[in-house]
């Protein structure tokens, strides 16, 4: 596993996050060096896999939202033999642990909707040890600094963040890095 991740949030923490192919050539040419890719089919995925790679870019595949794919460990080891993305991102703790043992890096995500999804989160990243983890949504600053306080793990926050304002408060509340699917955000 490397350490890359680490080493570009901290000089970029803007990640492009892209739901369709037509965000594809925008996020090629753009400035960010960490593409989570949160859509894509089987017969695609290793394709736009390999351009994003070529373009020097990491590429972290969100295997819950692939269609053709089950969640299971015989579509990570496809995905690590055929694909090879520099990791996997997943809401599901139990495909983290095989994810890791097949050696991925991996980003869990969570969606903070309480206090009780919260209390959760805590509790798995401590059981399952993501090597970073992806809040959602990404625009309540005190609750970003409750999980950066809380955690060892690099957050990065995501979710219905669409200005310069929402990044910076994030980053000042203590994320790592802030995932947005607005391009005019990758270019800050």
Do not use: C
Not at 82 to 99: H, M, Q, V, Y
Not at 157 to 162: A, E, F, P, Y
């Amino acid at each position: 596993m490397s350490n890359k991740f680490y080493e570009v949030i901290q000089d970029n923490p803007i990640i492009a996050a892209i739901k369709n192919q037509n965000m594809l050539e925008d996020v090629l040419k753009s400035p960010v060096e960490i593409i989570f890719l949160l859509n894509g089919e089987l017969f695609t995925l290793k394709e736009t896999v390999k351009k994003i790679k070529d373009a020097k870019k990491l590429v972290y595949v969100h295997i819950d939202l692939i269609d053709g794919l089950s969640k299971s460990v015989a579509a990570l080891k496809y995905i690590k033999d055929e694909i090879n993305p520099d990791g996997i991102i997943t809401t599901k703790s139990s495909l983290i642990k095989a994810a890791k043992d097949l050696g991925f890096f991996t980003i869990q995500r969570f969606f903070i909707v309480d206090s009780l999804s919260l209390k959760k989160s805590y509790e798995i990243i401590k059981n399952v040890k993501p090597n970073a983890i992806e809040m959602l949504p990404g625009i309540i600053p005190s609750v970003v600094k409750q999980v950066a306080k809380n955690t060892n793990t690099p957050l990065i926050t995501g979710g219905l963040v669409n200005t310069k304002e929402d990044i910076v408060e994030n980053l000042k509340s203590g994320a790592d890095g802030v995932s947005t699917t607005n391009k005019e955000l990758w270019y800050m």
